[in-house]
Nanobody, 121 residues
Framework: QVQLVESGGGLAQPGGSLRLSCAAS????????MSWARQAPGKGLEWVSG????????YYSDSVKGRFTISRDNAKNTVYLQMNSLKPEDTALYYC??????????????WGQGTQVTVSS
């Protein structure tokens, strides 16, 4: 069965950094495009970033572009989201997904359980 397990969330100060990881199993990870989305309490699911199966190109929402970096290690079946220059508005539950999650995040094939990121002073 497909499984996606996010980790690395926690509390960071504004301007700080966190790196999220998503460990994948149950499918051919190296053949799968991957993405990240987030959901703040009481708000809708927001697409964040996506990466081609071979890591050849990456895409970001305007709200995180220049601050976040998506990457993957196909030998480890893991996709990452490096988050720098964090802002309070980045506070959300972050999910990784198999697939692009476009045109809406709900289009992704599978989702993990999420990892909480809180940015506060």
């Amino acid at each position: 069965q497909v499984q996606l397990v996010e980790s690395g969330g926690g509390l960071a100060q504004p301007g700080g950094s966190l790196r999220l990881s998503c460990a994948a199993s149950g499918f051919t990870f190296s053949s799968s495009d991957m993405s990240w989305a987030r959901q703040a309490p009481g708000k809708g699911l927001e697409w964040v970033s996506g990466i081609y199966s071979d890591g050849s190109d990456t895409y970001y929402s305007d709200s995180v572009k220049g601050r976040f970096t998506i990457s993957r290690d196909n030998a480890k079946n893991t996709v990452y989201l490096q988050m720098n220059s964090l802002k309070p508005e980045d506070t959300a539950l972050y999910y990784c997904a198999k697939g692009w999650g476009l045109p809406t995040p709900y289009e992704a094939d599978y989702w993990g359980q999420g990892t909480q990121v809180t940015v506060s002073s």
